[in-house]
């Protein structure tokens, strides 16, 4: 599901922003290329402490995610970017958060997204 151009964006330092929606209202926060870890070729583990995420994600469990590097060909032009369409669910315990809090201590929980779609925008 990701691409060659999807993993090199990755590489690159870049700002990822997290959409979710509940109660007919849009919430968006950020992290960053380099917090994203792929786990098989369907799923992303985000290291976490965002509260209103996970009580929209309770509600409603289908999230967006936009992320980009200007430092990537993109179409025509260098910088591309993804929107990435999924769901999420919140991790607090098991082998996954165990090994993302190793490598990020200062997590509360881990933001495990299914990929549905891994879309390039630019």
Known sequence: MFTEKFLEV???EGVVSIVTC???EAHVV???NSYL???DDSKLLIPAAMIKTETNINENPHVKLTLGSKEVMGYKFMGTGFLIEGTGKFLKEGDL???MFKK???LTRVLEVTVESCKQKL
Do not use: G, H, M
């Open 10 to 12: 990755l590489k690159q």
């Open 22 to 24: 509940a109660n007919n």
């Open 37 to 39: 870890e792929i786990v």
């Open 30 to 32: 950020n992290t960053w």
């Open 97 to 99: 958060y165990d090994k």
């Open 104 to 106: 990020y201590p200062f």
